[in-house]
């Protein structure tokens, strides 16, 4: 079957059929994809673990495994997999169930966030569990003038430690971080508006998530700044809608989209995904 680039029909995002992501050939029209959409859905079928490791190291260096990631949570035999799942094994969980739900880009915080994350469904639920993805890019060409104007040259706060007590208040089961873990989880600054290093088009690196502030303005100049310009991320005609099917691998640019995981009933269904992540540079 010939190799198939198109848009989705319902967002922004690019949608590939027939690929053989095992093949070095048929890397260039996806990454070509990947960076005219920002998010690349591959209808590819099952994809074993070593071609999902050798297929997102074609996209730049791994991610090693992270000093908060539990052991746990690792593929056995294939540490550069994160398991994304509510499956248990002899009662106890195998991966992480809640991760993503909240609008946010991969590892923001850190002084290099993740270029891209390729996500691989093995098994889905058969109501919930979309992830949804806004394409800031689209949101800073919406902006006026004006505002872009108030924006050139701004720095935002990232950090993980406002998303991560938000969610162990609410009761998260994930393994607890020590307080030297948690006072070790850093804010950092990245430009509001940033330079999509391999494009050159301007987009938004902001998210709800894990954007704290506005440097150099008063809390409420801040928080409105940024409401005003989620305003412009949310609209409906920035987001698609990922609805998995198994087998599909998609791959999202974490500079210049952010992304959403919507939740099912974990008591009913089963979800399980394999997800690598790779390293970035830092935002300019
Ligand atoms: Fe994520």
Wanted: with cysteine.
């Amino acid at each position: 079957m010939n190799l198939k680039v198109r848009k989705v029909a319902s967002g922004f995002a690019g949608e590939v059929i027939g690929a053989d992501l095992s093949r070095e050939e048929d890397f260039a029209p996806v990454y070509q994809a990947f960076l005219d959409y920002g998010v690349v859905a591959v209808r590819g079928g099952p994809l074993a673990p070593a071609a999902q490791i050798a297929f997102a190291k074609r996209f730049g260096p791994l991610m090693g495994r992270r000093p908060s990631t539990p052991d746990k949570v690792l593929m056995p035999g294939y540490p550069e997999i994160i398991l994304l799942s509510n499956r248990r094994e002899k009662g106890q969980k195998i991966g992480i169930s809640d991760a993503g739900r909240y609008w946010h880009s991969d590892l923001c915080f850190e002084e290099k966030p993740n270029l891209c994350t390729v996500v691989h469904a093995v098994e889905i639920p058969p109501v919930g569990g979309d992830t949804l993805f806004a394409d800031l890019e689209m949101a800073y060409t919406a902006l006026p003038e004006a505002l872009k104007l108030r924006i050139e040259g701004k720095r935002a706060a990232h950090t993980f430690k406002k998303h991560y007590l938000e969610v162990m208040a609410e009761g998260s089961d994930r393994p607890p971080l020590t307080p030297e873990q948690i006072e070790n989880l850093a804010e950092t600054y990245h430009p509001i508006a940033r330079t999509h290093p391999e494009t050159g088009r301007k987009t938004l690196f902001i998210n709800p998530g894990h954007t704290t502030h506005v440097e150099g303005l008063d809390g409420e100049e801040s928080a409105e700044l940024l409401k005003t310009l989620y305003e412009y991320c949310l609209r409906p005609a920035h987001i698609y809608r990922h609805v998995w099917s198994v087998g599909d691998t998609v791959v999202w640019d974490n500079r210049r989209v952010m992304h959403n995981a919507e939740p099912y009933d974990m008591g009913l269904y089963t979800r399980h995904m394999h997800r690598c992540s790779i390293h970035g540079d830092a935002p300019f």
